[in-house]
């Protein structure tokens, strides 16, 4: 089991950008071995894949609607991931999930994008972008 937390959301205008973070608890060793991802959800609407990092070398992919403006990385040492998201857009508005997958256990794919290679999830931050 993991407990995720992520934090950064906020207000922001057009044009702004944000940071947000997410902190895994437990073993160091075993979070170099997750892969992560970061989602989002607008209500009424499925969760949407945003971004995965891939374990060991953290190959980043994208979905996208975020390429260019969003960029992911993870923090191993600290058992931290991060989505820096620049040009924000009012279509970003939604709450953002940070998702792991299982420890010791290698993805169907290096960067997975499907909600159910990750068992577990943070409970969310809300972003939200004023035109």
């Known amino acids: 089991q993991v407990q995720l937390v992520e934090s950064g959301g906020g207000l922001v205008q057009a044009g702004d950008s944000l940071r947000l973070s997410c902190v895994a608890n437990?073993?160091?060793?075993?979070?170099?071995?997750?892969?992560m991802a970061w989602f989002r959800q607008t209500p009424g609407k499925e969760r949407e894949f945003v971004a995965v990092?891939?374990?060991?070398?953290?190959?980043?992919a994208y979905a996208d609607s975020v390429k260019g403006r969003f960029t992911a990385s993870r923090e191993d040492a600290a058992n931290m991931i991060y989505l820096q998201m620049n040009n924000l857009k009012p279509g970003d508005t939604a709450v953002y999930y940070c998702?792991?997958?299982?420890?010791?256990?290698?993805?169907?794919?290096?960067?997975?994008?499907?909600?159910?290679?990750?068992?577990?999830w943070g409970q969310g931050t809300q972003v939200t972008v004023s035109s």
């Open positions: 437990g073993s160091k060793l075993a979070f170099t071995t997750r892969t």
């Open positions: 998702a792991a997958g299982s420890a010791w256990t290698l993805p169907s794919t290096l960067t997975p994008t499907g909600e159910s290679e990750y068992p577990f």
């Open positions: 990092i891939e374990r060991g070398l953290g190959g980043v």
